[in-house]
């Protein structure tokens, strides 16, 4: 097997490494988990049972989401408006339509196309009811989210978006309807996204406080393609060729609507929980895509460019093409593999072949290229083997409920022409030096319990405090053009997708706890396992698995010519979005470097 790091062949595949490694990772986690005084559950609290009514499969094709279109200009620069509806969407036909909520009423909303260079403006309007979709648990933030003032309310995040704070979309800028009522960090009706970044797959969802976890369920959530002219130069597989992938899970009553638990089964609090309680993760036992479940593919023997985004609440995707007969539902040997392209924050340098999995952490995007020419009439079925909750890679059973089956891919037979290529060498992705960092950040992911006794999942802040809450004090406070290493160490039982607002990272390596000293100034870099090849170029997610650090480089601001300078109160969070809402979430600031300090200041003295 090649190894696209140029690593030496050591007779052991990096997955086997990654799941020797964490197992005696997990060994000394029963350590860590006392010494911070959480509590350890290995298999955490189950929402209660539901099954979903039996949706016969691969009847209905792939929906391709729509694109909107701006409405005029602001400033000389396109301005969109977007409305948020609830509207009813047939997502199979066994069942009588969904009601679900769509961005200008198409669920998945519908995709922004923008280019690199040009800003947009956009005004996300909600035209939501005065009742939520889904039942709401008011014990979330209870002291500071007025639950009992009418309406729903909403706020739009630009996923991976380098953009200025005031349009970032954090949780506490909510708004209701028509904007009548507006969280403390509301500041602006308008977002204006610069697009002065490199062309990725980006995203917009919900991000509202305390109820991000329901909004996103209930629909609220779209592609954003960033491209431009050296991208299109590259003769990718473009037009109806280039197919967005949106993947959920979701769950349905027999009348169509959209299940969502309200109670928790097996946890032992001294009071009882809120009814509805928020549960500690969920996962769907249906798989939607494009807002269809599951539906099948019909494409030609060519090569296809796949934007793959993981909008699942919780749930993560580790990703194989089968061949597959529908007649007898069995699977034969693999299908064509995924050739990466493209990450969360771009192209990589150069496309990588995925031999084995692409794991596809929960808000991630895959930018994949798949050539079906070989597979001329056949029926391919995309599979998933990562289990619920999912633990690594390597740990594919034991999963409450798994998804092993995604949709149905149709080859066409015959010949066609395909002009389409995938250069060798796609864009310039800098690395950024390990030895310009300027701190590194251990970041600690814990377990505790809530008043109710209900799971909680906190981000801790260095080795010595307990870990936070949200509404703690920002300890994440870097200065711009600063670079660091954010060290996330996992001592939970589960993986988590963390993700940083903002900035796109590299990834740089794992390490077992057992051998990681927080106290250390140094990382031996040479030492750590190296990123999986997926995880190469730009990312904004990052699986950390348990019982492992994981070390990632990030830089604050323009870099190379890339991303653009920023500075003010952003989010990191784990992007489980159940995880989210009930606490896994803290701020961070990026403070503004001396000199730019010394130019506002001279600015201010002016005015
Ligand atoms: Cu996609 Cu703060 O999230
Ligand atoms: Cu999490």
Request: charged fraction near 25%; include cysteine.
């Amino acid at each position: 097997m090649s190894d696209p790091l140029g690593r030496p062949d050591t007779g052991i595949s990096r997955r086997e490494f990654i799941a020797a490694t964490g197992s005696a990772g997990a060994v000394s986690l029963a350590g860590c988990a006392a010494s911070t005084g959480s509590t350890e559950t290995p298999v955490p609290a189950t929402p209660t049972a539901h099954s979903s009514p039996d949706l016969e499969k691969w009847v209905e094709e792939v929906p391709r989401p729509g694109v909107v279109e701006p409405v005029g200009t602001k400033d000389g620069s396109p301005y969109y408006e977007v409305e948020m509806r609830e509207v009813e969407q047939e997502i199979h036909p066994d069942i009588p339509p969904t009601t679900v909520w769509g961005y200008d009423g198409q669920y998945p909303g519908p995709t922004i196309e923008a280019q690199q260079g040009e800003p947009v403006y956009v005004r996300w309007k909600n035209k939501l009811p005065d009742e939520h979709l889904l039942p709401v648990d008011t014990t979330i933030h209870s002291d500071t989210i007025p639950y009992d003032s009418t309406g729903v309310r909403v706020v739009t995040h630009l996923h991976g978006g380098n953009v200025e704070h005031t349009s970032d979309g954090k949780p506490k800028a909510w708004f209701t309807r028509d904007f009548e009522h507006t969280g403390p960090k509301f500041e602006k009706k308008d977002y204006y996204y610069v697009n002065d970044q490199p062309p990725a797959t980006l995203w917009y969802h919900d991000h509202s406080l305390g109820i991000t976890r329901l909004n996103v369920y209930a629909g609220l959530a779209g592609l954003y393609l960033l491209r431009n002219d050296h991208e299109e130069s590259l003769s990718l597989p473009s037009g109806e060729y280039e197919i967005p992938l949106v993947l959920q899970d979701r769950s349905f009553n027999e009348d169509g609507s959209l299940f969502y638990p309200t109670a928790v089964s097996g946890t032992d609090g001294d009071s009882p929980n809120p009814d509805p309680s928020i549960v500690p993760q969920f996962f769907g036992d249906t798989s939607v895509v494009n807002g269809k479940a599951w539906p099948r593919l019909s494409i030609n023997p060519r090569k296809y460019r796949f934007r793959f985004l993981n909008g699942s609440n919780c749930r993560f995707y580790n990703l194989k093409l089968f061949e597959y007969d529908e007649s007898d539902g069995t699977t034969g040997t693999g299908g064509p593999p995924f050739t990466l392209v493209g990450n969360d924050g771009g192209l990589l340098a150069s496309p990588v072949t995925i031999e084995e999995r692409l794991e596809i952490g929960t808000g991630k995007r895959a930018d994949v290229v798949v050539d079906f020419s070989d597979y001329a009439g056949q029926t391919l079925l995309v599979h998933n083997d990562a289990a619920a909750p999912y633990r690594g890679p390597n740990i594919n059973t034991g999963g409450q409920q798994p998804l092993p089956e995604v949709m149905l891919i149709d080859v066409a037979s015959g010949d066609v022409d395909d002009p389409s290529q995938v250069p060798s060498t796609l864009t310039d992705v800098p690395k950024i030096p390990v030895d310009s960092v300027a701190e590194e950040r251990y970041l600690p992911l814990t377990t505790s319990t809530d008043e109710y006794g209900r799971q909680l999942y906190l981000l801790g802040s260095d080795s010595e405090s307990s870990p936070h809450r949200l509404y703690d004090p920002v300890t994440e406070d870097p200065t711009l053009n600063d670079t660091e290493i954010w060290s996330f160490a996992n001592l939970t039982g589960m993986s988590h997708p963390m993700h940083l607002h903002l900035v796109h990272f590299q990834v740089l390596g794992r390490q077992p706890y057992s051998e990681y000293d927080p106290k250390s100034e140094m990382i031996d870099v040479e030492a750590l396992e190296p990123p999986a090849p997926e995880e190469t170029g730009w990312n904004d997610v990052v699986t950390a698995n348990p019982g492992e650090v994981t070390h990632v480089l990030v830089h604050f601001g323009e870099f190379e010519g890339l991303f653009n300078d920023q500075t003010g109160w952003y989010m990191w969070h784990c992007h489980m979005l159940e995880h989210e809402d009930h606490d896994m979430m803290r701020p961070f600031r990026v403070l503004p470097s001396a000199d730019e300090e010394i130019r506002e200041r001279a600015h201010h003295s002016v005015d």
